[in-house]
T-cell receptor
Framework: DAGVIQSPRHEVTEMGQEVTLRCKPISGHDYLFWYRQTMMRGLELLIYFNNNVPIDDSGMPEDRFSAKMPNASFSTLKIQPSEPRDSAVYFC?????????FGPGTRLLVL | AQSVTQLDSHVSVSEGTPVLLRCNYSSSYSPSLFWYVQHPNKGLQLLLKYTSAATLVKGINGFEAEFKKSETSFHLTKPSAHMSDAAEYFCVVSVRRSNYQLIWGAGTKLIIKP
């Protein structure tokens, strides 16, 4: 199994631009989680899905952030417009029966 | 409510000596417990997990952890540290009733001295 796949691995963009992060979960997993990690705040849960349905998005910082899961094998996290304070590493994780497996992360830098 | 406390923010050991990273948890229900490791500028890797089977759990890279319900602890140990063990370690609790959300400890940075 290839594990959780995230793309791109690195993204550098300018303030105001739209950023789309992508995630392919492990096949057969029924939960998908999006996290953000920064030095200041550590690891934060942004949103999670169960069977493609968003369950809790209370961690999404503001309306500039949105996430979708159109099918069981794909999810996106979109930031529009991006701001420098969005610079972080964004992780996607998927799970079945409680054990979460993480992707390698997307390192986002907003200039 | 669930919570996790990692008792040390930093632990420094010499190569070849034992490692002990301490973790205490609080949970109203039977928890699942995990240790994850994050090497510098890398992702989060599952080291081991406890899910109500054997209380002594063996993980990757020679690490193991013991679930002690009476002490509400889940300490991580390794008999002999290696330079490649230098990383940040996270103790995590998950409860089925909470849709398997993970409650993360603050992390312990393990430093290995040559």
């Amino acid at each position: 199994d290839a594990g959780v796949i995230q793309s791109p691995r690195h993204e550098v963009t300018e303030m105001g631009q739209e950023v789309t992060l992508r995630c392919k979960p492990i096949s057969g997993h029924d939960y998908l989680f999006w996290y953000r990690q920064t030095m200041m705040r550590g690891l934060e849960l942004l949103i999670y899905f169960n069977n493609n349905v968003p369950i809790d998005d209370s961690g999404m910082p503001e309306d500039r952030f949105s996430a979708k899961m159109p099918n069981a094998s794909f999810s996106t996290l979109k930031i529009q417009p991006s701001e420098p304070r969005d610079s972080a590493v964004y992780f996607c994780a998927s799970s079945l029966l409680g054990t979460q497996y993480f992707g390698p992360g997307t390192r986002l830098l907003v200039l | 409510a669930q919570s996790v406390t990692q008792l040390d923010s930093h632990v420094s050991v010499s190569e070849g000596t034992p490692v002990l990273l301490r973790c205490n948890y609080s949970s109203s229900y039977s928890p699942s417990l995990f240790w994850y490791v994050q090497h510098p500028n890398k992702g989060l890797q599952l080291l081991l997990k406890y899910t109500s089977a054997a209380t002594l759990v063996k993980g990757i890279n020679g690490f193991e952890a013991e679930f002690k319900k009476s002490e509400t602890s889940f300490h991580l140990t390794k008999p002999s540290a290696h330079m490649s063990d230098a990383a940040e370690y996270f103790c995590v609790v998950s409860v089925r009733r909470s849709n398997y959300q993970l409650i993360w400890g603050a992390g312990t940075k393990l430093i290995i001295k040559p």
